[in-house]
């Protein structure tokens, strides 16, 4: 496709339980980045690679979260043990180095 | 550490009416800026950039903002409102001042154009 995916576009779970939440940038941006939005506020950054290393994870809010990107391409984030308050909109973004951010459509993530 | 504070979170004007929403920053480097829209259930688009060459910079749609360093603004403006402009609006500042790095957002005006 043309633009940035997210899969899937909607995930339901319950506290506890561990999600993955998978990103696929534009072919050739060697950029990507996570942001987290909740309900009313504007996007949170957290974490942003550079090819397959994590440039910048300071925005992670703790260590259930977690981030891959094994190939420099998809990029899968992770959340062990969820909770009701990671409840948001996940967004994934990807650029060519210092461009424009495109972003994907988003995640929708509720924890029951 | 750069942050922005976009000031009201509501603001509404009648259709042909000037569009002003307010941004102001903080920074401890040369900032990058940027606007972004967001329209009901799509996904963030870059309305325009501030990347430390002219302070005045056009973007999509007939928007425009001006960088005034001395006010630490960076205030998004349309001359004529339209219909089609309803939407959230989020200011934007990178967050290590260059272009290649994640940004840090407002809290977004939600735009609203009375007919």
């Known amino acids: 496709g043309a633009g940035v995916s997210q899969t899937p576009s909607n995930k339901v779970t319950e506290k506890g339980k561990y999600v993955e939440l998978r990103c696929d940038p534009i072919?050739?941006?060697?950029?990507l980045y996570w942001y987290r939005q909740s309900l009313g506020q504007g996007p949170e950054f957290l974490i942003y690679?550079?090819?397959?290393?994590?440039?910048?994870d300071s925005g992670l809010p703790n260590d259930r979260f977690f981030a891959v990107r094994p190939e420099g391409s998809v990029s899968t984030l992770k959340i062990q043990r969820t909770e009701r308050g990671d409840s948001a909109v996940y967004l994934c973004a990807s650029s060519l180095q210092g461009g424009e951010q495109f972003f994907g459509p988003g995640t929708r993530l509720t924890v029951l | 550490a750069q942050s922005v504070t976009q000031l009201g979170s509501h603001v509404s004007v009648s259709e042909g009416a000037l569009v002003l929403l307010r941004c102001n920053y903080s920074s401890s480097v040369p900032p990058y800026l940027f606007w972004y829209v967001q329209y009901p259930n799509q996904g963030l688009q870059l309305l325009l950039k501030?990347?430390?060459?002219?302070?005045l910079v056009k973007g999509i749609n007939g928007f425009e903002a001006e960088f005034k360093k001395s006010e630490t603004s960076f205030h998004l403006t349309k001359p004529s409102a339209h219909m089609s402009d309803a939407a959230e609006y989020f200011c934007?500042?990178?967050?290590?001042?260059?272009?290649?790095?994640?940004?840090?957002f407002g809290k977004g005006t939600h735009l609203i154009i009375q007919p």
């Open positions: 072919s050739g941006h060697t950029a």
């Open positions: 934007a500042v990178s967050r290590a001042g260059g272009g290649a790095d994640g940004l840090t």
């Open positions: 501030y990347t430390s060459a002219a302070t």
């Open positions: 690679f550079q090819g397959t290393g994590a440039a910048d």
